[in-house]
Every structure is written in C-alpha cells, then in structure tokens.
C-alpha cells in the first residue's frame, strides 16, 4: 500500500481566497447604497409626516374688502396680507390662460401634477446655463407652493410640493386648478391675482386685456421683480415677446397674431391703486367694524387683517350721514 504520508505530501495545500480590490469596491458601493437609501427613505418619511394640513380655503387665497357706497357703488378697497379680487375662468378670454399655460407649463393637460420630463429638462438647463436658467415646477406645484409652503429651496419642501400636486391634482379639474393659479400668484407691485394685476398695470379688468397684455403679464410671474414694467419696461417687452413666441410654438396662437402683438404699444396705468380713495369713509367703516363686530376686533388704520366680506349700505343703514374730505355724504 502507499504510504499515506507520502500522498499527503504529494495533495497540493488550499489556498485561502483573497478579496480582490474590484469586489471591495462592490461592496463598498452596495453598502453606501444601502446607507443613502435608508436616509432617503427617512428623509421622504420626515416631509410625509409634517405635511401641512389639508385646508382647501389656502388654494383661493385671501380676498380684497370691498366696501361700497348707499348707492351700491365701490368706495374703497382693504386688504390684509394680498390685494386680490378672484374672477372666474370662464369669463376670461382664452388666450389669457393659454399664455401662462405656454410660457410657465405648456404640458399642463398631459400630466399628473409633476413633470418628469420637465425636471429632466430643467436639470440639463440648469447644469448648462447655471442654478436658476429654468424651472421644473409645473403650474400644479406653484399653485402648492403658494397655497401650503414656504419658497426655501430644499428636498423637503421639494417633496411635499409633490406630494401635495398629486393630491390637488385628484381632487380638482384641470380648469379649476387653473382658476385657482391665476388668482393666486403675484404680479408684483402687491397685486395678487389677474384681476388685480390687471386693473394695477392697465387699469382695466382682466376680462378686458387684449393678447399683448395678457402676454406681458404672463411674463411677470416667473420673476416679478425684474419682468415688471414699473421696474423696467425694456425687460418686460422681451419676456412679452419670448411668451407670444412660446404661444405661436405650442399652437396657442398663429404666427402672424403673436407679431402683430408684439407690435402692439401697450398702455400702462399711471399713479397708485391702492390707496385709498376716500381715507375718512374708510377709516370710518373699519372703525364701526370693530364695534360691532367680534371678528374685527383687532383691526388697525389702514391695513386690516383678516379681511372682512361687508357692504356698508347693510351695516350702516341706520347711521347718521358720514362725510369725507374728498367729497360727498357716502352713508346715509
């Protein structure tokens, strides 16, 4: 027989394994994964459990008082934190929404609150032209914005847009939430609203703008302090041109209608429109109001907070008549 140590001799050792450098970097990779995906999953959690309340009332915003005379007739409007008058969609000409559509998220019909291929989009601008060169949001998620969050730019706030977009999106039309947009957003120049911005920049109603104008406003959302007119009319007549441009693109309008627009020489409203026009007869209903009303205790000179739904000839009809310097008796 063999001799059993001599094969043993002869029976190469096993070699332990090494860890090469390649699988240690996988597992490094996987591993770090696995950390960035538990904090992400943490992170997402944090932002889904301090989501904001519901609260459907933030999506229309704060209104402008109006208070009217014995005749029935506007007097003066107050206001607390946003000079804003809502109108309504349907009595608006339709190439006012379609210019904020165009400009702001011309794929505002085909998605579901967020754009993917808008973010992606936006990501590519922004790693060519700088932080800032274009937005990803989608009118959806401005709207939220405005309604239930700050404007600081972090992931969190990032998340719950989103969150809150999908959410608005399920619960109202598309025309409701851009009826809710367009009475949302600023303007500039403490006007709230299309109405308001309307009545501020071409002292008309909204109603009333014509394509040119329409256009120009729809401009000054994306930044209101440098694409206002009263800030710089120059600035504010290319972005006009760059939205009647998007709109003739996206077949909001023909061609030939977005050069004739742009031809046109818009006329700007002169002068402050929120002061007051008659200050006594103002200042008088705001103080009757806190009298008599609970609600409006706390209400202060010219700026009351919260704004209060009234009609002076209801409330006062049993005054003594109230005179103003500017003019006339307003109450009887």
Not at 256 to 271: P, T, V
Not at 278 to 289: A, G, K, L, N, Q
Request: aromatic share 8%.
């Amino acid at each position: 027989m063999p001799d059993k140590n001599a094969n043993a001799r002869r029976s190469p050792k096993k070699k332990k394994k090494k860890l090469s450098f390649s699988r240690i970097a996988l597992l490094a990779v996987i591993l770090v994964g696995i950390i960035l995906l538990c904090v992400g999953c943490t992170y997402v959690a944090g932002a889904v459990y301090s989501l904001p309340d519901w609260d459907p009332q933030k999506l229309e915003g704060s209104e402008s008082t109006i208070i009217y005379d014995r005749e029935g007739q506007p007097a003066s409007r107050i206001y607390a934190e946003e000079n804003r008058t809502p109108v309504s969609l349907k009595d608006l000409p339709p190439y006012l929404p379609d210019a904020f559509v165009a400009i702001e998220d011309h794929r505002f019909f085909s998605h579901h609150g967020v754009d993917v291929e808008a973010i992606g989009r936006a990501f590519v601008a922004n790693i060519k032209g700088g932080i800032g060169s274009e937005g990803g949001s989608t009118i959806t998620q401005q709207l939220v914005k405005n309604s239930f969050l700050t404007h600081e730019k972090t992931f969190k706030r990032k998340i719950q847009e989103a969150i809150l977009s999908l959410q608005v999106e399920h619960r109202y039309s598309k025309d409701e939430i851009l009826e809710f947009y367009l009475n949302r957003i600023y303007f500039g120049d403490g006007a709230y609203g299309i109405q308001t911005a309307a009545q501020h920049y071409f002292g008309k109603s909204a109603k009333e703008l014509s394509l040119a104008e329409s256009a120009l406003l729809a401009g000054i959302v994306r930044s209101p302090n440098n694409y206002n007119p009263n800030q710089s009319k120059e600035l504010a007549k290319k972005r006009q041109k760059l939205v009647l441009s998007t709109m003739a693109k996206h077949g909001k309008i023909a061609q030939q209608e977005a050069e004739q627009a742009k031809e046109e020489e818009l006329q700007f409203k002169e002068g402050a429109t929120t002061s007051y026009s008659f200050p006594y007869f103002t200042d008088h209903v705001i103080s009757e109001t806190r009298k008599n009303s609970p609600r409006a205790r706390h209400l202060r000179g010219n700026m009351p907070k919260p704004p209060l739904s009234w009609r002076t000839k209801g409330l006062y009809n049993s005054q003594s008549a109230s005179s103003d310097k500017n003019g006339g008796s307003l109450l009887q």
